[in-house]
């Protein structure tokens, strides 16, 4: 008996996989980034076919780390840390695009199972507490993100051209990470998901930045004591420069 239902899950998820890959087909213009020195984000072209009708969704997750989150306090005048939890698995960056607003789709129960949408971003950690008191916490790690560009709290819209064309335009700030970006494509029918594709960012430090990023990781000793010496270089000739320009 417990054969014959591994058989049939994996028929199912099989066949579910054959009739995804016949409804969407989804590319990019290119699919990998190179961070470098003075690396100021960058826009990928996100484009594909559905043979079926709906609406289109596409979220973009970033490589998923943990966070440590403290909560201040103002005690005596200073602003001191008095408790901080640690958050895993929480998405580095995230960005969703739809051919119409999320909360018009009438899936909400589809876009919660799916993590579509930066509210219904699922993390682990602090399970201890009160679900209210865990939704602050929660809550500071988002907006902390969108502060920093890693989310992008407004929607990003997809064209539909002949009911079967669509694209969208995928934006990247300068403070993303390095890592596989997973990207989701989603057609939504009368509020249930009809087909999934999940296609592949690859986002890597490129030259100088990368050798930086390598030294400061891997030999951090010598990374500051070069990071000082070139300060003070930089500051003597600047200096320098100015006594004699002013002499």
Same mark, same amino acid.
Request: glycine share 6%; net charge neutral.
């Given at each position: 008996m417990r054969k014959l239902l591994i058989f049939l899950t994996t028929l199912f998820v099989y066949v579910n996989n054959i009739i995804a890959k016949d409804i969407i087909m989804a590319d990019f213009s290119k699919n990998k980034i190179n961070i470098d020195v003075g690396f100021n984000g960058a826009k990928l072209l996100f484009f594909g076919v559905i043979d079926d009708e709906g609406d289109v969704v596409v979220s973009v997750t970033g490589p998923r780390e943990s966070i440590k989150v403290r909560k201040k306090k103002r005690k005596l005048g200073l602003w001191i840390n008095t408790d901080f939890k640690t958050f895993y698995d929480v998405p580095s960056y995230y960005f969703v695009a739809s051919t119409k607003? #999320? !909360?018009?789709?009438?899936?909400?129960?589809? #876009?919660? =199972?799916?993590?579509? /949408?930066? *509210?219904? =971003?699922?993390?682990?950690?602090?399970?201890?507490?009160? &679900? *209210?008191?865990?939704d602050l916490w929660k809550s500071g790690i988002i907006d902390t993100m969108i502060k920093l560009g890693r989310y992008t709290p407004e929607q990003g819209? @997809?064209? =539909?051209?002949?009911?079967?064309?669509?694209? $969208?335009?995928?934006?990247?700030?300068?403070? @993303? %990470? !390095?890592?596989? +970006? @997973?990207? !989701? $494509? #989603?057609? @939504? &029918?009368? /509020?249930?998901?009809?087909?999934?594709?999940?296609?592949? =960012?690859?986002?890597?430090? +490129? /030259? #100088? /930045?990368? *050798? %930086? +990023?390598t030294m400061a990781t891997e030999k951090g000793l010598i990374y500051g004591i070069l990071a000082v010496f070139f300060a003070l270089v930089f500051g003597f000739t600047v200096n320098e420069t100015i006594r004699r320009f002013n002499a």
């Open positions: 607003p #999320l !909360d018009q789709l009438n899936a909400n129960e589809a #876009l919660r =199972i799916n993590q579509i /949408g930066i *509210k219904n =971003i699922r993390f682990e950690g602090a399970e201890e507490e009160a &679900k *209210k008191d865990r819209s @997809i064209n =539909i051209s002949n009911q079967r064309l669509f694209k $969208t335009e995928l934006n990247f700030s300068s403070e @993303i %990470i !390095d890592g596989a +970006y @997973i990207v !989701d $494509t #989603l057609l @939504i &029918k009368e /509020g249930n998901v009809i087909a999934v594709k999940r296609s592949f =960012i690859n986002v890597s430090k +490129y /030259g #100088l /930045g990368e *050798k %930086i +990023y």
